[in-house]
């Protein structure tokens, strides 16, 4: 099933900066202390009046409030099934990353469903103390998240305009607005933390991006019972085929990865795709309903000879059409 794309301010993203969260325990350089959030915030995207607090480069910013350690019991639901997240790791932006003054980021964390509940749509993640540096006060999740599996989530930032050493801290909000967090007792806060560094020609230095090459492009048609080979952009064979256009009985037409190809939604929304971003992707050997699929959805891929490639779908009738990019690994 495709998840419908949902506007999420980046939290770079569309869930920024250094995340000293890359483990639920402590900064470096700073103890255990995590900050509570007192009352629950209403689920709205309007800004957060919070004040900025920077340090000096090289000091360590202002602990937040202790935090307890015991899992919130709110986070207990009614039913008898319990929420509690588990980080996994950074995507972008690990502690410390430096930014120039009022430069735009996003922070990406990806984290794990460790509880028994299923996180639905009117789950959301919270700042809840620290350095908002200019996102959403809360972010909702974009689909359902049932336990045991991963989720992206990205936040839009924008780095203060004061040099210093920023930290903001995150947590997940239930359906019925109970706060919970990660590590053992549940509770504990992850967060985004940044080093904003005096402008100037030598504060950073540039780092050259490699431009992927391009082993095929083109257009995509598939019509009913037909594959198409994205290795060397050309309808294949049966054995040589990564999509083809099939009908289960339950769902109908699907797009049909086989021969050991993988398919999935771009987890990130107004994010060019590129080989890093789809290979962060959750790809997944499933069939997805045609049905499920709209114009203009993006799909990221991996073929059976293990090259990265997105596509963009362009017409859902018979045949099936598509622009494909496969890059060369």
């Not at 202790?66 to 639901?77: E, F, H, L, R, V």
């Not at 008898?80 to 972008?92: A, H, K, M, N, Y």
């Not at 410390?96 to 009117?122: D, H, Q, Y």
């Amino acid at each position: 099933m495709i998840p419908r794309r949902v506007s999420i301010p980046f939290l770079c993203v569309y869930a920024g900066v250094c995340v000293g969260c890359s483990a639920y325990g402590t900064p470096a350089g700073q103890t255990s202390e995590q900050p509570m959030a007192s009352t629950h915030t209403q689920a709205t995207l309007s800004s957060q009046g919070v004040e900025r607090t920077a340090t000096a480069i090289g000091q360590s910013p202002s602990p937040p409030p202790i935090d307890s350690g015991t899992p919130s019991p709110a986070s207990t639901m009614a039913e008898g099934c319990t929420d509690r997240g588990s980080f996994v790791e950074d995507v972008t932006v690990r502690d410390s990353t430096p930014f120039l003054p009022r430069e735009k980021f996003v922070k990406i964390w990806r984290m794990l469903n460790a509880g028994t509940c299923t996180w639905t749509e009117r789950y959301a993640i919270q700042f809840v103390g620290g350095d908002r540096m200019e996102a959403l006060d809360q972010i909702p999740i974009p689909f359902a998240v049932r336990p045991g599996s991963e989720l992206k989530i990205a936040v839009d930032m924008v780095a203060p305009e004061t040099p210093g050493n920023y930290q903001g801290f995150w947590k997940l909000v239930s359906d019925e607005g109970s706060f919970f967090g990660i590590g053992p007792g549940g509770n504990a806060s992850f967060w985004v933390k940044i080093a904003v560094v005096a402008e100037g020609p030598a504060s950073l230095t540039p780092v050259a991006v490699p431009t992927a090459a391009i082993a095929a492009q083109g257009v995509l048609s598939l019509g009913p019972s037909t594959g198409f080979d994205l290795d060397i952009g050309v309808p294949g064979s049966p054995d040589e085929d990564d999509l083809r256009q099939e009908v289960d009985e339950g769902s109908g037409p699907v797009l049909a990865p086989v021969n050991g190809a993988t398919v999935g939604p771009l987890s990130l929304e107004n994010i060019p795709a590129t080989p890093g971003i789809c290979a962060m992707s959750l790809l997944s050997g499933s069939a997805l309903p045609l049905s499920d699929l709209f114009v203009g959805d993006m799909l990221c891929f991996r073929t059976n000879r293990g090259r990265i490639g997105t596509l963009t779908l362009t017409a859902l009738g018979d045949p099936l059409t598509a622009n494909f990019i496969t890059w060369s690994p």
